[in-house]
C-alpha cells in the first residue's frame, strides 16, 4: 500500500512535501509484545495425552453405542412405489387438486413389546427443506399473530402471499406445502377385534415455538374464523388454518402440527413429530408384541420430487432417539488416539535413548 502524501506551501510559496510513515506505532500490539504461552510439545506431555483420551473415549462410546442400540424403532415405508405396495393405487392416482382422498391400509408386526412413551414421526425423503428461496418463504411477524400482516403478507412470500386478491394466511412455500396425511394405529387383538391406538395430538411441538414465536392474531377475540376473515387458505390446503383442530388451543397459527411443519430441516431426508402413544399406568406395555394395521389418508403427493413416505415408531432414552453414529464416533476417535500413543510410544522408546546416546557422545 502507497504512503500517502499532501503538498503545503511555506511563507516563501516553496511547495513542500511530507509523506506519513509506514512505521506502526510503538504498542504492544502492534509490535507484537504481548504475552504469549505456547506449549512445549514433549514424549512425556504427549503420550499421556493420547492415552488418557483413547481410555476415556472408548467406554463412553461403547456406552452411547449400546444405549441406542436398546432404543426400539420400526420404520415402515408407505409410499406405494411398488407394484405390490398396499398404496400403489393412491400413489398413482393423487395429486394436490385431487378432491378425495385415498385411503389405503398396511398391515405389520410388531416383534417386541415397547415399554414407555412411543413417539410417532413420520419421515420424508429427497424434499429439500433447506432450499435458500424456501427457508425465507415465511412471514414471522404473520405467523406471531400481528394484525397487519395477516393482511398484508410480506414479499418473501411471494408467489404464496395473495391467491385471488386476497392475503393468504399462513403465507410462504413452507405453509402451502405442509404435510397433511393422517396416520391411524390400530391394534388386531388375537381374539378378532380391532383397537384403534390413542395418538396425542399435542406436546409434539417445542414449548418455545408454540408460546413465544407463534401466537393467533387477535387474542381478545376467541372467534377464529371472523379474525381470519378476510383472508384465504393456502393453494395446497383443503381447509383454512383456522379449521385444523376443534380444540381452540391448538388451532388456528398455534397448531402443534403447522408448528412442527414449520421448523424446517436440515437435510432433504428428515422425520418430524407427529404424535406421542402415552405410557399405560401399570405393567401393562404401551405397546404390546402382536399384529398391527397402518392406515394412512393418501394426501401428500412425492412422485413429483420422486421422494418417499414413511411412518416410524421409536421409543428413546436419555440421549434422546435411536443415533449409533455418536457412539461409533467416539470408539473411533478414542481407537485413534490410544493406538498413536502405542506407535508413538514405541518409537519414542526405540530413538528417544539412540538420541540421548549420541548427546551423551558430543
Not at 3 to 17: I, L, P, Q, R, W
Amino acid at each position: 500500500m502507497m504512503a500517502s502524501s499532501y503538498n503545503a506551501k511555506d511563507e516563501d510559496g516553496a511547495v513542500t512535501v511530507s509523506l506519513r510513515s509506514k512505521k506502526p506505532e510503538n504498542t504492544a500490539f502492534k509490535q507484537q509484545r504481548l504475552p504469549a504461552w505456547q506449549p512445549i510439545l514433549t514424549a512425556g506431555t504427549v503420550l499421556p495425552a493420547f492415552f488418557i483420551i483413547g481410555l476415556l473415549f472408548i467406554p463412553i462410546g461403547i456406552g452411547l453405542f449400546v444405549t441406542s442400540n436398546n432404543i426400539k424403532e420400526l420404520e415402515i415405508d408407505y409410499t406405494g412405489a411398488d407394484v405390490s405396495s398396499p398404496c400403489f393405487n393412491c400413489s398413482q392416482n393423487f395429486s394436490w387438486n385431487s378432491t378425495r382422498p385415498c385411503t389405503c391400509t398396511i398391515p405389520f408386526y410388531l416383534e417386541q413389546p415397547y415399554e414407555s412413551n412411543v413417539y410417532v414421526y413420520y419421515g420424508l425423503s429427497n424434499f429439500y427443506q433447506n432450499h435458500r428461496r424456501y427457508v425465507k418463504s415465511r412471514d414471522d411477524s404473520q405467523l406471531n399473530g400481528n394484525m397487519k400482516s395477516l393482511k398484508e403478507p410480506s414479499k418473501e412470500c411471494e408467489p404464496y402471499a395473495y391467491h385471488d386478491n386476497k392475503p393468504i394466511a399462513p403465507c410462504g412455500a413452507i405453509a402451502n406445502s405442509m404435510f397433511n396425511d393422517t396416520l391411524e394405529l390400530f391394534y388386531n387383538d388375537p381374539n378378532g377385534t380391532k383397537i384403534q391406538i390413542p395418538l396425542n395430538t399435542t406436546g409434539i411441538a417445542w414449548w418455545t415455538d408454540k408460546h413465544v414465536k407463534f401466537g393467533n392474531p387477535g387474542v381478545d377475540n376467541p372467534n377464529l374464523t371472523a379474525v381470519f376473515q378476510g383472508t384465504t387458505k393456502p393453494v395446497n390446503w383443503r381447509r383454512p388454518v383456522y379449521e385444523l383442530d376443534s380444540d381452540q388451543d391448538n388451532n388456528g397459527f398455534i397448531n402443534e402440527d403447522f408448528i412442527v411443519w414449520m421448523r424446517t430441516a436440515a437435510l432433504p431426508t428428515f422425520r418430524k413429530l407427529y404424535r406421542i402413544i402415552g405410557k399405560k399406568s401399570g405393567l401393562v406395555p404401551t405397546l404390546p408384541r402382536g399384529n398391527y394395521t397402518l392406515e394412512v389418508v393418501y394426501n401428500y403427493p412425492v412422485r413429483s420430487f420422486e421422494g418417499r413416505k414413511r411412518m416410524i415408531l421409536s421409543t428413546v432414552s436419555w440421549m434422546g432417539g435411536k443415533n449409533p453414529f455418536l457412539g461409533i464416533a467416539y470408539v473411533t476417535v478414542g481407537s485413534v488416539c490410544f493406538f498413536l500413543g502405542v506407535v508413538l510410544l514405541v518409537i519414542h522408546h526405540k530413538c528417544g535413548n539412540r538420541n540421548n546416546g549420541g548427546d551423551i557422545s558430543n
